[in-house]
């Protein structure tokens, strides 16, 4: 008896599927059928280093240097501070231009920050000056200060 040998060349392999060919497709009634957004998901790519992408873009985030201001440039802040202050308590509501350093939570450094208007208190207890629109700002972190008129 000669047999035919099955591979993947020639007829051979199509008339072994003739049996099965034109049956309906088989549908579980135990297990539901995937969604087809569930079933594209098996296909999608791994991600082996989960949290990666997101430490390399803070690593690249850039932050600027914690200013080091010279006793000099303290003590400016500190006369304007004090013309600001003898100016609310005659009544007066100065205009005023504030450029601060505002730490990073993640990393060491931070940003510089500008921010313009007039004063409605400067809260001594919290060591903060606050503006008319609701900006508050430590002064601890205060890098410039000018008076505007």
Not at 106 to 118: F, H, T
Request: aromatic residues 6%; proline residues 5%.
């Amino acid at each position: 008896m000669e047999r035919k040998k099955k591979g993947f060349s020639g007829s051979s392999r199509q008339t072994s599927y003739e049996d099965i060919i034109e049956l309906p497709h088989h549908v579980s009634s135990r297990h539901p059928q995937m969604s087809m957004l569930d079933r594209a998901a098996q296909f999608s790519p791994f991600a082996a280093l989960t949290g990666y992408g997101d430490a390399v873009r803070e690593k690249a985030r850039f932050t600027e240097e914690t200013p080091d201001l010279s006793e000099e440039e303290r003590a400016r802040l500190d006369d304007t501070l004090r013309q600001i202050c003898a100016a609310a308590e005659k009544g007066q509501n100065p205009g005023i231009r504030i450029l601060y350093f505002v730490p990073d939570e993640k990393k060491a450094g931070g940003a510089y920050r500008e921010a313009a208007g007039r004063i409605r208190k400067i809260d001594f207890s919290a060591q903060q000056i606050v503006l008319e629109d609701g900006t508050r700002i430590p002064v601890a972190c205060v890098v410039e200060l000018d008076i505007v008129t």
